[in-house]
């Protein structure tokens, strides 16, 4: 009886979590969600030109970016009918123009879960990155509107955020919000929700991604998610990263700012960028 429950519970885990991160692990520059009680003031550039410069300096970084090494943990907890755990290490090495390959160092806790659920994470990211799927998860004009929230000051930084929002009914996309930092215009954190939900059995699905500087670049540092599925309880998906080394990068410092295009001023029409202040 306890296999049987093992093997369903596996099955809606896997079918939940591989679309979410998807759209997370592709979706970036390059636990449940908190809604942020931090005061914020009036930012001082519109959506547009926030939108348009990260958009530029991403794929600057993208392009610089030509090989990278990190150390990944994945932690998967099951709380309900059954009490399981996870965990594995793992080794990652990234090729421009996105291609990821894994090996594993260590492995503990339920064999069910490791090899149904965590060792499918990282093959679906495998091929993920070689059939070159990032632009359809980028986060772009292209796949989400943008409103611009608030200008949430740290010291000398700050950080935009930004209300996103599918363009598309995509259990690869999601709906919340980022933080843009504002000197460099990158991605420095995402919380939200996928834009459609995995599967029947899943009632609600949070996750907050975060990002760290190394060297020129942002690259992932934690991505929790809590997943809740009807009668077998909550699942949570820790993913750490560490140990970054990067092998191959050009310079990028003289696009440490990127310059004010002319999309900052003329807008996609069918694209939403809104400011706080037009409300």
């Known amino acids: 009886m306890r296999d049987s429950r093992t093997l369903e519970i596996g099955k809606m885990i896997r079918r939940n979590v591989l679309g979410l991160w998807i759209c997370v692990l592709l979706g970036g520059p390059h636990v449940t969600a908190a809604e942020s009680n931090t005061k914020t003031i009036d930012p001082p550039l519109t959506a547009s030109q926030v939108v348009s410069r990260m958009v530029e300096m991403n794929e600057r970084r993208a392009e610089a970016l030509r090989g990278y090494t990190s150390i990944r943990t994945y932690h998967l907890e099951l709380h309900g009918i059954l009490k399981l755990h996870a965990d594995m290490e793992v080794k990652m090495m990234y090729h421009y123009p996105g291609d990821k390959d894994f090996t594993i160092l260590s492995a503990s806790g339920s064999g069910y879960i490791r090899d149904h659920v965590l060792k499918r994470l990282i093959e679906v990211e495998t091929e993920s990155s070689h059939q070159g799927e990032n632009r359809q998860?980028?986060?772009?004009?292209?796949?989400?509107?943008?409103?611009?929230?608030?200008?949430?000051?740290?010291?000398?930084?700050?950080?935009?955020?930004?209300?996103?929002?599918?363009?598309?009914?995509?259990?690869?996309?999601?709906?919340?919000?980022?933080?843009?930092?504002?000197?460099?215009?990158?991605?420095?954190?995402?919380?939200?929700?996928p834009a459609k939900a995995p599967s029947w059995w899943t009632t609600k699905v949070n996750f907050v991604a975060q990002y760290r500087r190394v060297g020129d670049f942002w690259l992932p540092a934690l991505n929790k998610s809590v997943t809740s599925v009807r009668v077998f309880g909550r699942s949570l998906l820790t993913i750490q990263y560490k140990d970054y080394a990067l092998t191959d990068s050009a310079n990028i410092h003289s696009a440490a700012r990127a310059k004010l295009s002319s999309s900052d001023h003329t807008p996609n029409s069918n694209v939403i960028l809104r400011s706080s202040s037009t409300k």
């Open 137 to 193: 998860v980028a986060i772009t004009p292209e796949n989400y509107d943008f409103e611009l929230t608030g200008h949430e000051p740290d010291g000398k930084d700050g950080y935009y955020i930004l209300k996103v929002t599918p363009r598309v009914n995509s259990k690869y996309l999601f709906k919340g919000r980022i933080w843009v930092e504002d000197q460099n215009f990158a991605i420095v954190r995402i919380e939200g929700q």
